[in-house]
């Protein structure tokens, strides 16, 4: 069945530092993949996905690409802030509106 | 954008006591909606799928009549802990999705601890 890989953690990195998380994926066909993000006492918000091989997600600075080669989806940051201090966790989905599989997460921590 | 409104966010019950838990779909239609339950340092895992007016689909392993999920409209999906026990202390979060495509709209999680 489909799974995604996350590296453990917990990550701590000073603020402006450079982020990597990384995901990998197993899966029948061709998944679209994502990344969302849990703020402390939130609900999970998409940060970004990729639908197709060597499709680059990106937003609020986090960029994160496909690839198929790898079964990859690295989440990257080149310098991050104490506000994105969160769980992120990656998924895959295969089919539209199928159901999402997650990573376990990773909580990151930034500090001042 | 859309925005999908979940309650309680934190109940506290007594063993053998049920609890029921809301999912408010707020300016769309929710025709399916995914139920998670995430264990502390684990992943979101998924419980159960349910298409509005239909019976809900359970992964394997999920007990349907320990957790009993209803779909009566395009705008509300419940769930229901009955006769609750420690071991149901977790998170539980719910995911809504429409046919036209706009992705997936979490809830904020309910905290559930049985005492």
């Known amino acids: 069945g489909d799974s995604v890989t996350q590296m453990e953690g917990p990550v701590t990195l000073s603020e402006e530092a450079f982020l990597t998380i990384n995901c990998t994926y197993t899966?029948?066909?061709?998944?679209?993949l994502f990344w969302y993000v849990q703020y402390p006492g939130e609900g999970l918000q998409l940060l970004l996905k990729?639908?197709?091989?060597?499709d680059k997600g990106s937003n609020k600075g986090f960029e994160a690409t496909y690839r198929k080669e790898t079964t990859s989806f690295h989440l990257e940051k080149g310098s991050v802030q104490v506000s994105d201090s969160a769980v992120y966790f990656c998924?895959?989905?295969?089919?539209?509106?199928?159901?999402?599989?997650f990573g376990k997460g990773i909580t990151l921590s930034v500090r001042p | 954008g859309a925005v999908v409104s979940q309650h309680p966010s934190w109940v506290i019950c007594k063993s053998g006591t049920s609890v029921k838990i809301e999912c408010r779909s707020l300016d769309f239609q929710a025709t399916t909606m995914f139920w998670y339950r995430q264990f502390p340092k684990q992943s979101l895992m998924l419980m159960a799928t349910?298409?509005?007016?239909?019976?809900?689909?359970?992964e394997q392993g999920v007990e349907k009549d320990k957790f009993l999920i209803n779909h009566a409209s395009l705008t509300l999906s419940t769930l229901t802990v009955t006769s609750a026990h420690p071991e149901d202390s977790s998170f539980y979060i719910c995911?809504?999705?429409?046919?036209?495509?706009?992705?997936?709209?979490f809830g904020s999680g309910t905290r559930l601890t049985v005492v």
């Open positions: 998924a895959l989905r295969t089919g539209a509106n199928s159901k999402l599989t």
């Open positions: 349910s298409n509005e007016g239909s019976k809900a689909t359970y």
């Open positions: 995911s809504a999705t429409a046919t036209s495509g706009l992705g997936y709209t």
């Open positions: 899966a029948t066909g061709y998944p679209s």
């Open positions: 990729a639908t197709k091989a060597d």
